[in-house]
Each structure stands twice: as C-alpha cells, then as structure tokens.
C-alpha cells in the first residue's frame, strides 16, 4: 500500500478505518474511502505532486470497488445500520462493567 503524503494526514483515520473494515464490512470500507478522497481534495497541497498521485490511486480502487460491489442498495442506510450496531455493542459491554479501552476503539 502507499504511504499517505504528510499534508493527507487528515485522511489517514478514513483510510486505516478502511482497511480494518474491508472483510468485516466492504460497503462502509467503501465509503471510508470515499470519505478520505472528499476531505484529501479540500486539504491536499496542490504544489506538492504525491498528494494528487496518492488521491487518485485512491479514487481507482474506489472505482474498482464500485465494480465488484455493484449497486449498493441504501449506503446511507447502511452505514447508520453499521453505526447503531457499533453503539450496541459498546452500551451492552459498558452496562455488563466490560468496556475498557478497546470498546472505544471498535
């Protein structure tokens, strides 16, 4: 994979996130990808040429995925599904005394 451009620092969480989503959850993955590419365009140093390269290396697997995910019913839908079922499990580890560090973390 390719190192993120120092000035692309602010997408490194979308980007990581991605990759620890990609088996778990393909769309959400997605769309932590597309995400990163939204905020890389705003922040990106326009002067420096890696950042341009690493955005539309980006933008190339984001289309490959759109391929092989084909249509995807309800994204928005999706995610907020994904999110709740996140929340859930966290509230029910931190009412049963269980939460630590790592509840926060997934």
Known sequence: STEIPASLKQVAPYIQKSKELQSLDP?????????????GCKVRDKADPTTLKFLSKLMDEIEKEKVSLGNIEGPKEQI????LSLFEKADTQFRSGRADKRTAIT
């Open 27 to 39: 769309v959400v993955a997605h769309y932590c990808k597309i995400h990163a590419v939204e905020v």
């Open 80 to 83: 907020v599904l994904f999110a």
